[in-house]
C-alpha cells in the first residue's frame, strides 16, 4: 500500500509463527501518524518500540497499577462507582430508552479515573458531561488511528497532511494534554503542601498518578520515568481502558438481545450464586461460569482490536516459508482467525458452551497460549491491560444483569453491523430498557 509492505496474517499457525516462534523480530511497531501524536510521539506502551525504555513502562504499569495487591486495594472504588450506576439507573432511568454503551463508559471512566488520580480534579467531582466530553475525545482519537491515511502510506506526503487527520488528532490530544496538566498540577501543589490524596481504598494506597510523579523524582534508571512518559501512559490506560472495555460490554449485551434465552440462563446463574436479595461483588465472579463463557463467546466473536496493533519486523525473518523483510508491517487478523471454521464449529453462531467446560476453561484464557484464541494479543507485546479488564469485564456485566432486566425499546430493531477500525465498534449505538428485577427495592438506594 502505497510505498509500504503489509503482510495479513489469518490462521492460527502463522500467527503462532509471528507472535512466538518470531516474537523478538516482530515486537515492533509501524505507529500510524495519529497514533504518534496521541501517545507523545510513541512513547507510551502501546505504540513505542521493543527497547528498555518500553520495558521500563510495562513494569512500572505490571508492578505499580495492575498488580494483584493494587487492584484489590481500590476494589471499593469500583465497587462504588458500579453502585452508584445502579442506584443512578434506578432513580432516574428505569423503564426509559438509554444509550446502554454510554452509561458503561461513564461507569469504567470513573473507575479507572478514580485508580488513576482519585477522581478528582482540583477537588472538584467530575461531571456526566465531563465523562461524555472525554469519551467523545477517546472515540475521534482512536477513529483516526484506525483510518486509512495517505501520509502513512506515502511517508514523504506528509508534510501536507492531505486528509487533515494530523490536525485534528493533535486538537484532541491537546484537549487530553490540558486535563492530564490539571491534574498533574493539581498533584504538585498537594505534594507540596504534603497533602497527598489516597486512593478511595481499605489500605488508602496513593493513586497512580502520585505514584509516577514520585518515580519522576527516581535516580534509578531502571524505576524513574519522565515526564512525557507519565503522560503518555496516562492516555494508554484512559483510552484503552475505557473505550475498548465499554464496546466488548455493549457487544456482550447486544448479543443477549439477539439471544434472550442466554440472557436468561445468565440471570438464573447469578441468582443462584449471588442471591436474588444481595448485590453482585468481585468473590463472586470465579463461580459465574456462564457468564464468563458468555463473555469470551463475545471476544471471540467481536475482539475489541480486530488486527490487534499492527507489528513490525526488525530484521528478515520467515513466515510461512516466505522471506519477510525488515521493515514489513504484519498485521494478525484475530477477527479472521476467531472465524475460521476449520478450527470452529459454526464458527458464525454465537454459542457460549464452546467455553463453558472446565477444559474449555484452561484451553482458552485470555493469556494468548492458544493461537486460536487471541482476543488480547499473545507474546511480549499482549495487551498490559488484562489483569484489570478480567475484573472489570465481568463484574459490571454481572451487576447490570443481576440488577436489572433489559429489553429493546416497542419496535425496535437490533443492529449487529460492525464499524471496522482499530476498536471494533457497533455502528449504531445499542439502546435499551432496564426494569428492576430485585425483590429487595433498598438495594437500589
Not at 482476543?375 to 454481572?398: H, N, Q, T
Request: one cysteine or more.
Amino acid at each position: 500500500m502505497g510505498s509500504k509492505i503489509y503482510v495479513v496474517i489469518s490462521s492460527a499457525s502463522m500467527a503462532k509463527e509471528v507472535l512466538k516462534d518470531n516474537d523478538s523480530i516482530l515486537a515492533y511497531r509501524d505507529t500510524p501518524i495519529a497514533a504518534l501524536v496521541s501517545s507523545y510521539g510513541g512513547s507510551d506502551i502501546a505504540w513505542s518500540p521493543s527497547n528498555s525504555e518500553w520495558r521500563k513502562l510495562r513494569k512500572v504499569l505490571a508492578h505499580e497499577l495492575l498488580s494483584k495487591r493494587s487492584l484489590e486495594s481500590c476494589y471499593d472504588l469500583r465497587r462504588e462507582e458500579i453502585r452508584k450506576t445502579i442506584i443512578e439507573i434506578y432513580k432516574l432511568k428505569i423503564s426509559m430508552p438509554i444509550n446502554f454503551g454510554e452509561e458503561v463508559f461513564v461507569t469504567i471512566l470513573n473507575v479507572i479515573t478514580g485508580m488513576l488520580w482519585g477522581g478528582t480534579i482540583q477537588g472538584e467531582q467530575r461531571s456526566r458531561v465531563d465523562a461524555l466530553e472525554f469519551r467523545k475525545v477517546i472515540v475521534e482519537l482512536n477513529t483516526l488511528v484506525g483510518k486509512p491515511n495517505v501520509s502513512d502510506f506515502f511517508p514523504v506526503l506528509r508534510c501536507f497532511d492531505i486528509q487533515g487527520i494530523e490536525r485534528q488528532a493533535t486538537a484532541l490530544s491537546a484537549w487530553l494534554d490540558c486535563k492530564i496538566d490539571l491534574v498533574i498540577d493539581h498533584k504538585e501543589k498537594l505534594k507540596d503542601k504534603d497533602q497527598f490524596q489516597t486512593c478511595q481504598s481499605k489500605e488508602n494506597r496513593k493513586d497512580f498518578v502520585q505514584l509516577l510523579l514520585e518515580l519522576m523524582e527516581q535516580e534509578d534508571d531502571e524505576r524513574q520515568i519522565n515526564s512525557t512518559q507519565l503522560k503518555a501512559l496516562f492516555v494508554d490506560i484512559v483510552m484503552a481502558g475505557t473505550d475498548a472495555t465499554s464496546t466488548t460490554i455493549e457487544w456482550v449485551m447486544t448479543e443477549m438481545m439477539q439471544h434472550p434465552e442466554i440472557m436468561k440462563r445468565v440471570q438464573a446463574e447469578l441468582d443462584q450464586v449471588v442471591g436474588i436479595n444481595n448485590m453482585v461483588e468481585e468473590s463472586h465472579l470465579s463461580e459465574l461460569q456462564y457468564l464468563n463463557a458468555v463473555l469470551k463467546e463475545t471476544l471471540r466473536l467481536h475482539p475489541a482490536a480486530p488486527l490487534l496493533l499492527p507489528h513490525s519486523s526488525s530484521s528478515p525473518c520467515q513466515i510461512g516459508g516466505y522471506i519477510i523483510p525488515n521493515g514489513v508491517t504484519v498485521l494478525c487478523n484475530a477477527w479472521s482467525i476467531h472465524r475460521d471454521p476449520e478450527v470452529w464449529a459454526d464458527p458464525l453462531k454465537f454459542h457460549p458452551e464452546r467455553f463453558s467446560s472446565n477444559e474449555d476453561v484452561k484451553k482458552f484464557d485470555y493469556n494468548g497460549n492458544n493461537f486460536i484464541y487471541i482476543p488480547f494479543g499473545s507474546g511480549r507485546r499482549i495487551c498490559s491491560g488484562i489483569p484489570l479488564a478480567k475484573r472489570m469485564l465481568p463484574y459490571v456485566l454481572a451487576s447490570l444483569l443481576h440488577s436489572f432486566d433489559w429489553r429493546l425499546p416497542k419496535d425496535a430493531k437490533l443492529d449487529l453491523r460492525e464499524t471496522f477500525g482499530v476498536a471494533l465498534k457497533k455502528t449504531t449505538p445499542l439502546v435499551v430498557i432496564p426494569t428492576p428485577r430485585l425483590d429487595n427495592l433498598e438495594l437500589y438506594t
